[in-house]
């Protein structure tokens, strides 16, 4: 997924939500929903047509490992971040970081204004 200086940031929501996630633990699909839905009090609520993509692709990528296995009688794919993940979700924590602080900055009045 290519960025250029100032990316289109709400569309990198999932992907930043979901390496976060996969950084403590390994989940499958429908948990991330959960819990991405649960831990911003329903702010977030992206739908698996939405999750199920972008793991795709950061597993394409080599940002995710998976692996399938039978829970309850269901088969369940659950992912794992690895190190290259574990850079991705550096690299955007750190675009994020300075992104919110500029519309903080912005929000707060420390802007310059214009005349």
């Known amino acids: 997924m290519a960025r250029g200086p100032n990316p289109n940031f709400m569309a990198g929501v999932p992907e930043l939500v979901i390496l976060n996630l996969l950084r403590e633990q390994e989940m499958y699909g429908y948990q991330i929903v959960q819990a991405i839905r649960t831990g911003s009090s329903g ?5 698996e047509g939405v999750i199920y993509p972008v793991l795709h692709e950061l597993k394409q990528e080599g940002a995710l490992k998976a692996r399938r296995q039978t829970v309850e009688g269901r088969s369940r794919v659950y992912y794992k971040l690895t190190a290259k993940g574990q850079a991705r979700l550096t ?17 707060g009045g420390r802007h310059a204004r214009a005349v």
Not at 43 to 47: K, N, R, V
């Open 91 to 107: 690299a955007l924590t750190s675009d994020w970081s300075g992104l919110t602080a500029a519309i903080q900055a912005m929000l």
């Open 43 to 47: 702010t977030l609520s992206l739908a």
